[in-house]
């Protein structure tokens, strides 16, 4: 099970708890604990975390119309961004960038992603080759620079980085963003301590990065430590968070190590690099795959929808609110794959799609309940009521049915944001 996943769990158990009271609290963080321990975060750290989370939450009271499990939610979330640090804003600007680590780490790659991701924000971008031992390294880079169309500079046979430096220096003195891409080794030993600190005094870099590979868990803290101590880092780019349970002991290591993220490697391409950012990466982790996105579509939605704040009301749903909610989901759009995203259960997809006839049709059964039924679906648990609407509508008793299976979907899915504080907060702010 990896981080997200257990997170997500464990959080869904506290959820379905009907009362929160000390004893779900340290259940709860008994449960945190075993996630965060097998995703590699480092023990201390977990202590702490779960002892915060454990204080707040006991101590504190939810806000007047909050509900305890939304509190409690919103405290790990923000216990978490906590222990995973903050966010990195790339400076869009001119300057120079060293990326160091050991062998394998991701250092290539990531120099040939660094000078795309600048040159994609309109800034000319290049890269140098000073990494003198390892076989092919000039041809890798220069392979990776001309699929990033961006600047190249080496020299093939040198064994002076030093001196590639500064003919690279020259040579990209037109670029705004130069990367130099470093030597690895199995250890940081004196020999690349030596190597390092004659590549960085003659390069002058803005940023130095410690490029480190998220597989390596909890042990990230000790390299960004060692690193810093060499070079004096400026931040550190985990590489290969696609492939690795052990994402959040890396992240959490190195920010316990007091060096910032920087950036984020998350897959082989050259696109696959993104500035980090702890509250987006939790949100993913806790199954929100892209708030910004989400916002962005249901700003749109909204719009193009022109609704009103009341028709969002994630209130108890019943079959009053449910034609409405249908009526303005038939508007949404792109609002319906919103929800998917979300991986909120079963939108009543059809009926949306299917427009105004079935909607026509909904209203007329619905027409036929008495109020009560309106307000309350467990009185529709009745075969002599569902012939009475069914007769009263002039439909079949499997239109009722029907009716009444999207309702409990719908109902289903409105439960499940509702349950989603960040998800309430973010349309609240926006609406
Ligand atoms: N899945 C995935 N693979 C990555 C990522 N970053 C790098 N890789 C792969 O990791 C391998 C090693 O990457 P390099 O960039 O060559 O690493 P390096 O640090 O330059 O290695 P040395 O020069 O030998 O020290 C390559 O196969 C890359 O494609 C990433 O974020 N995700
Ligand atoms: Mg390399």
Do not use: W
């Amino acid at each position: 099970m990896d981080l997200g996943e257990g997170l997500r769990k464990a959080i869904a158990k506290l959820t379905r708890a009907t009362i929160i009271d000390a004893k779900t609290i340290k259940e709860f963080n008994k449960d945190l604990q075993k996630t965060l321990i097998s995703a590699d975060v480092e023990v201390s750290l977990v202590l702490q975390f779960s002892k915060d989370i454990e204080e707040k939450a006991l101590r504190s009271k939810p806000p007047a119309g909050l509900a305890p499990t939304d509190y409690i939610t919103n405290i790990v979330y923000e216990e978490l961004v906590k222990l995973m640090g903050g966010t990195f804003t790339p400076k869009l600007q001119k300057q120079r960038i060293l990326l160091a680590g050991l062998y394998g780490s991701g250092k290539t790659t990531s120099s040939a992603k660094l000078a795309k991701f600048y040159q994609d924000r309109g800034l000319s971008a290049g890269v140098i080759c000073t990494d003198v031992s390892r076989p092919a390294a000039y041809e890798q880079l220069e392979t990776l620079a001309k699929q990033a169309n961006v600047g190249f500079f080496g020299i093939k046979g040198e064994k002076d980085p030093v001196k590639i430096v500064k003919q690279g220096l020259a040579a990209l003195k037109d670029k705004h963003v130069v990367i130099c891409d470093t030597s690895g080794r199995s250890a940081l030993d004196d020999a690349l301590i030596t190597e390092l600190k004659a590549v960085n005094n003659a390069f002058s870099p803005d940023e130095k990065f410690l490029v480190i590979n998220a597989d390596i868990g909890q042990v990230a803290g000790r390299q960004a430590r060692e690193f810093n101590n060499a070079i004096k880092l400026t931040g550190v780019i985990v590489t290969k968070m696609d492939g690795s349970g052990k994402g959040g002991g890396a992240l959490s290591a190195t920010h316990a190590a007091n060096v910032t993220v920087a950036f984020i490697g998350v897959g082989e391409k050259l696109s696959n690099i993104e500035p980090y950012d702890a509250q987006k990466f939790i949100g993913r982790l806790l199954g929100m795959p892209d708030i910004g996105s989400l916002v962005e579509h249901v700003q749109q939605a909204v719009k193009e929808a022109n609704l009103k704040p009341e028709d969002m009301e994630m209130e108890e749903l019943n079959f009053d609110s449910f034609y409405n909610q249908l009526k303005a989901m038939q508007g949404m759009g792109p609002l319906k794959n919103v929800f998917g995203m979300m991986g909120a259960p079963d939108v009543p997809k059809d009926v949306i799609e299917q427009g105004e006839g079935r909607l026509a049709k909904y209203k007329v059964i619905i027409g036929s309940m008495t109020k009560e039924e309106r307000k309350n679906e467990r009185l529709l648990h009745d075969t002599h009521r569902i012939e009475r609407i069914a007769k009263g509508s002039g439909s079949n008793e499997s239109d009722v049915h029907k009716l009444i299976s999207d309702f409990n979907k719908m109902k289903k899915m409105f439960n499940s944001l509702k349950n989603d504080r960040n998800f309430k907060k973010k349309f609240a702010k926006f609406m």
